[in-house]
Nanobody
Framework: QVQLVESGGGLVQAGGSLRLSCACS????????MGWFRQAPGKEREFVSA????????HDAASVRGRFTISRDNARNTVYLQMNSLKPEDTAVYYC????????WGQGTQVTVSS
């Protein structure tokens, strides 16, 4: 059973940066494509960024392009989301997922950006 644990969330002022991590256990990490999603209060969960198994292919949502960078370290079984130039509208619970026929989700980490 794949388990995903996010960390690195917190409270930051607008314009600041955070780096989220998602540690994967219980599966072969390099065989999963990985993604980040977020869900703000009262809104549906939305796609943020995704990275292929080899890290050769990356997709970003338009709202974060140029500010957020997804990366992965297959030796550490971890995917990262570097978030720069944060805005109050980035406030949400951030979730990572692992995809290979089945999608697994972490429990989420709260990111709050103050204006």
């Amino acid at each position: 059973q794949v388990q995903l644990v996010e960390s690195g969330g917190g409270l930051v002022q607008a314009g600041g940066s955070l780096r989220l991590s998602c540690a994967c256990s219980g599966g072969t990490f390099s065989s999963y494509s990985m993604g980040w999603f977020r869900q703000a209060p009262g809104k549906e969960r939305e796609f943020v960024s995704a990275i292929s198994r080899s890290a050769r292919t990356i997709h970003d949502a338009a709202s974060v392009r140029g500010r957020f960078t997804i990366s992965r370290d297959n030796a550490r079984n971890t995917v990262y989301l570097q978030m720069n130039s944060l805005k109050p509208e980035d406030t949400a619970v951030y979730y990572c997922n692992a995809n290979r026929l089945i999608t697994y989700w972490g429990q989420g980490t709260q990111v709050t950006v103050s204006s």
